[in-house]
């Protein structure tokens, strides 16, 4: 099926495809239709949406629906997404599937709340306090922010972790043709659950093999289970055992650094050949993708590496895709977020493209910076 | 049954001080559940941070400890998600009146059918001691050294004005009282409020002189006085006093998870 809509309306449907049936929100531009669609959409297929009063709050109620085992999500930009990171932390020290949009506008601050920017790259990473794992995922193509959506889902429900889609206010914004996937065509991931009957004690719950997810119940399944914000041990209860809080701590970083693999996702265009690579994610990724045409059609060997998974930043894959030889350039709407990463990865310094003035990277700023030569 | 059932007896000793009033309102909510035979694993029991918060530990239920303040707001998603539950939430003065203020004035005019126990210990007892929207005026804590100039939230105003449709107060030192009025609550379908005023000896009262647990409760027992007491009494015999009692039941307010079924999703699916 094919329907014009927003990338905002279009995670809205896809959510549902995945099986969202709980949606807290706050309205803040440029993720507002997200939640109107969720609000007009989720009750008919007996879901819930409530706009609480604040994006703490919607945070927290996504996770209280979540633990009693509804797929969840919440959707903010910029303001919001800083005031929900106490609590993204709490979905990673619980271990709570949870989805989290973030259509991206310019900051710090109120910024520039109706035009695009990619600044939040970091905060998605490090936003909430302490060593925490995390999953955050950046479509750029219409299609492909339906699959995101729903591969979203997924992670969050297979690894038990907050999981954040990050889009930028063109992608959130533009109307496009969608070429909307049949159920078919993706793979549904629900969490594992234990199996009912057992008594509490029988299992240790958050007890598992290193880059296992821990096998929680969810409420009223009848094992009267105690999800805790305070570091706990492997049954859930408060402890402050260093060995205890030591183990824990790194199993919750193991369960996405051991699957990492089977994480990210990566686009590759004409990078094999290329002289010069760009790196880019989302609508920034666009506009390169429209670069690297202009630029063969003249004979210039232009090629484009899109991360598609965020974080785990995927270091790997750049180091064996991108030579030595080859020119790097990392186009984004920041002043270096990911060209920091990349460097980190394939240890060395490459170029930016940086804008951070609300007004998109065009393909042509693109070509012109791959031309202007080093 | 009996109420320990409601108990996880395998975590205990708790971790509250020596007569520390958060054990009786415990005990008043365990002996509720039971009073109610409430099957234990349909109930979630929602905390915020604080020695108020700790509760969740040692509660045979589905529990979850949030964050600061905010229990309310989990609460919310939990209950409306599954309104066929039982959703109890316990918070500090500090944890529901000071940072989960908003949370607490909105679930009240939500009407959302969840149960609230206020521990009123009139200070941020889990911290050393600072004061909170509720520490009398004069008062001295950690971070009021020269004594409270702040007038006090009054709980039950707010959360009458606010929307509540149960809102009732009791103390420690009376605890059938509060195990009755807190078990009325339960029976309540809508957002009810139960303030439980309590003792922290260590954090506020050894710097007010009322250092031990029976010169706090003391202390709290020359403050209030029932609501049947209260009404024959002149505005001015009880200017200083703690009423306690049922000042507000509301039955004829939809509660909102009900509201949500028929107005919201009866509506969309087309069937009105
Ligand atoms: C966001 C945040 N701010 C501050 C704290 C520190 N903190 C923990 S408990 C508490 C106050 C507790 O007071 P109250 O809610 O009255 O509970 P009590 O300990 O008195 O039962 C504070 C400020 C925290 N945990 N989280
Ligand atoms: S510090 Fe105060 S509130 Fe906390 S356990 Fe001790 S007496 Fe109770
Ligand atoms: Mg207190």
């Known amino acids: 099926m094919r329907k014009v809509m927003p990338g905002n309306e279009t995670i809205a449907h896809a959510a549902i495809a995945a099986g969202c049936r709980f949606f807290a929100g706050y309205p803040i531009t440029p993720s507002s239709e997200l939640a109107a669609a969720m609000s007009y959409l989720l009750p008919k297929v007996g879901g819930k949406f409530i706009q609480m009063e604040d994006e703490i709050a919607s945070m927290a109620a996504a996770i209280g629906a979540s633990i009693t085992g509804e797929k969840s999500m919440t959707a903010t930009s910029g303001p919001g997404f800083s005031l929900k990171q106490e609590h993204i932390g709490l979905a990673c020290m619980m271990e709570v599937p949870v989805v989290i949009v973030n259509v991206m506008r310019g900051g710090p601050s109120t910024g520039l709340p109706t035009h695009p920017a990619q600044g939040d790259i970091m905060q998605a990473r490090w936003g909430t306090h302490g060593d925490h794992p995390i999953i955050a995922v950046a479509p750029s193509l219409p299609r492909e922010i339906y699959l995101e959506t729903i591969r979203a889902f997924n992670l969050a429900e297979q690894y038990r972790n907050p999981v954040i889609l990050l889009l930028d206010e063109i992608l959130g914004h533009t109307y496009e043709v969608v070429d909307i996937p049949e159920p078919g065509e993706y793979d549904i991931i629900n969490r594992k659950l234990p199996p009912k009957g057992l008594n509490r004690l029988d299992f240790y719950t958050y007890q598992r093999d290193e880059g296992d997810p821990p096998l929680l119940p969810n409420f009223f399944m009848g094992y009267n289970f105690h999800f805790e914000s305070l570091a706990h041990d492997e049954m859930g209860f408060p402890t402050t055992d260093p060995e205890k809080v030591d183990r824990i701590t790194r199993l919750r970083e193991a369960k996405i650094e051991k699957n990492k693999e089977k994480i990210w996702k990566n686009h590759l265009l004409m990078v094999e050949d290329a002289d010069t690579v760009i790196i880019a994610i989302g609508s920034v990724a666009r506009s390169a993708i429209a670069a690297v045409e202009m630029a063969r059609k003249e004979g210039i060997k232009l090629g484009l590496f899109r991360p598609i998974t965020v974080w785990p930043f995927p270091d790997e894959p750049l180091r064996e895709a991108i030579t030595e030889k080859q020119r790097v350039i990392v186009a984004e709407m920041n002043l270096g977020q990911l060209k920091g990463e990349v460097e980190k990865a394939l240890r060395r310094e490459v170029e930016g493209l940086n804008k951070v003035n609300g007004v998109p990277i065009s393909p042509k700023e693109i070509l012109e910076k791959v031309k202007e030569g080093k | ?272």
């Open chain 2, 1 to 272: 049954m009996s109420y320990l059932e409601y108990v996880r007896s395998f975590k205990l000793p708790h971790s509250w001080c020596p007569g520390c009033g958060i054990g009786t309102i415990m005990q008043a909510i365990v002996r509720a559940f039971d009073a109610l035979g409430w099957k234990h694993e349909d109930i979630a029991f929602v905390t915020g941070i604080g020695c108020s918060g700790r509760m969740s530990t040692y509660i045979n239920a589905n529990t979850i400890h949030t964050t600061h303040g905010r229990p309310l707001a989990f609460a919310t998603g939990i209950k409306l998600a599954k309104p066929d539950k039982h959703v109890v939430v316990v918070s500090g003065d500090g944890d529901a009146l000071a940072i989960g203020g908003n949370h607490f004035i909105h679930a009240a005019r939500r009407n959302i059918d969840i149960k609230l126990i206020i521990i009123n210990n009139s200070v941020y007892g889990m911290t050393g001691g600072q004061v909170s929207p509720t520490t009398p005026q004069k008062f001295k804590t950690q971070t009021t050294p020269y004594g409270n100039i702040e007038p006090n939230f009054d709980v039950i105003k707010l959360a009458i004005g606010a929307g509540a449709t149960f809102v009732a107060r009791e103390s420690v030192t009376r605890p059938r009282n509060l195990e009755k009025l807190i078990e009325k609550s339960f029976h309540h379908k809508g957002f009810s409020v139960v303030e439980a005023i309590s003792n922290c000896h260590i954090n506020l009262g050894r710097r007010n002189k009322l250092k031990d647990q029976i010169t706090m409760l003391r202390w709290i027992n020359d403050r209030i006085i029932p609501m049947n007491v209260a009404k024959k009494k002149s505005p001015e015999e009880i200017k200083d006093k703690i009423i306690l009692g049922l000042f507000h039941e509301d039955k004829e307010r939809k509660e909102y998870t009900e509201l949500y079924e028929e107005e919201i999703i009866n509506r969309a699916r087309g069937k009105e």
